[in-house]
């Protein structure tokens, strides 16, 4: 994901992205330091580029994704944010954002169940949006060894790209790009002639 992209859903919620290593209590000193870090980062812009201590800036933090999946994180992040806000002093900690077997994974340090309802919901969402575009049309599965959810279009984009190359090894578009096939099918209601 683009840093600009980054930025923006740092922005949402920077408190979620303030970690360190796993496993690892912030004393008094380190929490404090911590959350005057994020304040002066959210309202001080120009400090955005210092990184202090190992993933303590925010803005700093890497989505290890496409900038097609930016929606499904904006509004994921924008929920947790509200149901950790209606818990009261809770705050979910993510310690990593990536694409996996052409899904995205989010992983967080213990949160409630309804966000973790969120996380798997946009998880799901994933398979049927671009990585690249964030199209909703036309979206499969690109294999070359690596699998990652993209549209047609971007496909062909990286098929053409691949084949101008000489990088195929003689496979096909039809080998390299399958389509999703549908989980719901939506039905439209029929409108009553007069």
């Keep these: 994901m683009t840093k600009q992209n980054s930025e923006k859903l740092a922005e949402l919620y920077p408190e979620m992205f303030t970690w360190g290593e796993r496993g690892y209590t912030h004393n008094v000193f380190e929490s404090t330091y911590n959350k005057a870090l994020v304040f002066v980062h959210k309202h001080l812009k120009f400090t955005r580029s210092i990184n202090y201590i190992k993933q303590t800036n925010p803005y700093n933090y890497i989505f290890e994704v496409g900038d097609g999946w930016y929606g499904l994180l904006y509004q994921l992040i924008l929920n947790v944010r509200f149901n950790d806000e209606a818990k009261g002093k809770w705050i979910t900690k ?17 949160t409630s169940d309804k966000n973790w309802d969120l996380i798997r919901e946009a998880e799901k969402k994933s398979y049927g949006v671009c990585e690249v575009t964030g199209s909703e049309v036309e979206v499969g599965i690109w294999n070359t060894g690596w699998v990652r959810t993209i549209c047609r279009k971007e496909a062909l984009s990286m098929f053409a790209k691949l084949s101008d ?16 096939e549908a989980l719901v099918t939506i039905e439209t209601p029929k409108k009553k002639r007069k």
């Excluded at 052409?102 to 967080?108: A, D, K, Q, T």
């Design 94 to 110: 993510v310690t990593q954002c990536k694409e996996k077997f052409g899904g995205l994974r989010f992983y967080v340090t213990g």
């Design 165 to 180: 190359s000489n990088e195929l090894n003689g496979k096909t578009f039809d080998e390299l790009w399958k389509p999703r």
